[in-house]
């Protein structure tokens, strides 16, 4: 299996800290993504990374891949109470569908 | 406008009795999927369907079909249903059948099986 494997599963910080959470897998994939779930809703698409790629960012966000360690990081910047949320990382190899991690569980607070 | 939209939101009924979950997209996308999230909170999918072909069907119980009556639209139908049943289940799109692409999330049914 693929599936990946999020690192920590709760994360409690203060407001305006920097929050970081990883993701490994086990075999070789086409893209990663993180997705956000807030309580009670449904998840949300943050960001999609390829294979090929080592980092990318989208506002506060900044992601980054490593491929021969089969890891990836989401790193949120001064977060907010708003950002709490589960965060889920979820990888695909083409054409398999995806695999969802069992998601960081972050906690900002006020 | 809601992107993906389900209904129920929520859904209490008996064991053995037969249910259905709608779920609506209005993006255009060619691909929709069911997914079923347990109480730990662990995401799993269970169908997808492709302009109304059904191109992955994951170790689902067969008391648990998806119809697709459109492009737009993606119904799950659960029969007999049992306890284990219980969880949130989600509706998502995406614009194509491959799997490289973000997907859009509806809100989730949480049913649950007394």
């Known amino acids: 299996s693929q599936q990946g494997e999020e690192d920590p599963q709760a994360l409690s910080i203060q407001e305006g800290e920097n929050a970081t959470m990883n993701c490994s897998y086990k075999?070789?994939?086409?893209?990663l993504q993180w997705y956000r779930q807030n309580s009670g809703r449904g998840l949300v698409h943050l960001i999609l990374?390829?294979?090929?790629?080592r980092e990318k960012h989208s506002g506060r966000l900044r992601v980054t891949l490593d491929t021969s360690k089969k890891s990836s990081s989401l790193l949120i910047t001064a977060s907010r109470a708003a950002d709490t949320a589960s965060y889920f990382c979820a990888t695909d190899s083409g054409n398999t569908p995806l695999v969802f991690g069992k998601g960081t569980r972050l906690s900002v607070i006020a | 406008d809601t992107a993906v939209s389900q209904t129920p939101k929520y859904l209490v009924t008996q064991m053995g009795n037969d249910k259905s979950i709608k779920c609506e997209q209005n993006?255009?996308?060619?691909?929709m999927y069911w997914y079923k999230q347990d109480s730990k909170k662990f995401l799993k999918i269970m169908f997808s369907?492709?302009?109304?072909?059904?191109?992955i069907n994951e170790t689902v119980p067969n008391r648990f079909s998806p119809k697709s009556p459109d492009k737009a639209h993606l119904n799950l139908h659960i029969n007999s249903l049992e306890l284990g049943d219980s969880a949130v289940y989600f509706c998502?799109?995406?614009?194509?059948?491959?799997?490289?692409?973000?997907?859009?999330f509806g809100p989730g049914t949480r049913l649950t099986v007394t």
């Open positions: 369907y492709n302009n109304k072909e059904l191109i």
């Open positions: 990374i390829r294979s090929n790629e």
């Open positions: 075999t070789s994939i086409n893209n």
């Open positions: 993006l255009g996308h060619d691909t």
């Open positions: 998502a799109s995406s614009p194509t059948g491959t799997y490289s692409y973000e997907q859009y």
